[in-house]
């Protein structure tokens, strides 16, 4: 569901006349740095929906989106709001977005509040390092955003998944990944349903993303 976010994102953003190639034309690029996600439940197995997004225009800095996956009855099964800023390419400095022409401006919300900020994991659990594969590298030559999503995910067990699904998680994007990386998830469970977890680079021992999971019993 997230690699479908990211499309219609790339998609939407370049209607609006903000898309990709036209920010590569002034060295920029969108760069994802926070996003919360709800899933009141999955879809089926080859059940059609609708997905809809829009832009909630920005607040100088971070630019917003949101997103609504709905059902042929017109329930909303998944919602998820985003945070987006634009990055030089030369200088990997922070561009202003209210500088860009024709921005959009703040509309409705699906939380009535943007994605906020992850606290670190605490763990003092031996971490498990593996190097970044090819297929986790994205356009830019950076860790692509929803492999980071599956790390955490596959670092846990079958009995696990079998007893739990995923019904909100909250992530910040703090680093880049580089292919050159080895990477392990740090894990620190609170209880039964609320688990902290960062994706962590071994060279350095920063955390490159941190998220935030809540899991319900099946």
């Known amino acids: 569901m997230f690699y479908q976010l990211q499309d219609i994102a790339w998609e939407h953003a ?6 990709f190639d036209k920010l590569m034309e002034e060295k920029q690029f969108w ?3 926070r996003l919360r996600v709800k899933i009141a439940r999955r879809p089926d197995w080859g059940e059609d929906f609708t997905l809809e997004t829009w832009s909630r225009g920005t ?3 971070y630019g917003y989106r949101d997103f609504n996956f709905v059902d042929k009855a017109g329930n909303v099964i998944v919602q998820a709001t985003t945070s987006w800023l634009v990055i030089n390419v030369e200088t990997k400095r922070i561009v202003r977005i209210s500088d860009l ?4 401006k703040y509309e409705e919300s699906v939380f009535g509040e943007n994605a ?12 498990s390092f593996t190097p970044v594969l090819f297929t986790e590298i994205d356009i830019n030559q950076h860790f692509n955003t929803g492999r980071y999503i599956e790390r ?7 009995d696990f998944h079998e007893k739990y699904d995923l019904a909100e998680y909250e992530i910040n994007f703090l680093k880049e990944g580089l292919p050159t990386d080895k990477l392990a998830v740090k894990k620190q469970i609170i209880d039964n349903e609320t688990h902290f977890c960062s994706v962590v680079r071994e060279s350095d021992g920063v955390d490159l993303i941190r998220a ?3 899991w319900e019993k099946r």
């Open 14 to 19: 370049r209607i609006l006349g903000f898309g």
């Open 31 to 33: 760069v994802l740095s």
């Open 59 to 61: 607040d100088g800095f």
């Open 101 to 104: 022409d024709n921005f959009p």
């Open 116 to 127: 906020g900020k992850v606290k670190p994991p605490k763990s003092e659990d031996e971490l």
């Open 152 to 158: 955490i995910i596959n670092s846990y067990n079958f």
């Open 212 to 214: 935030k999971l809540r």
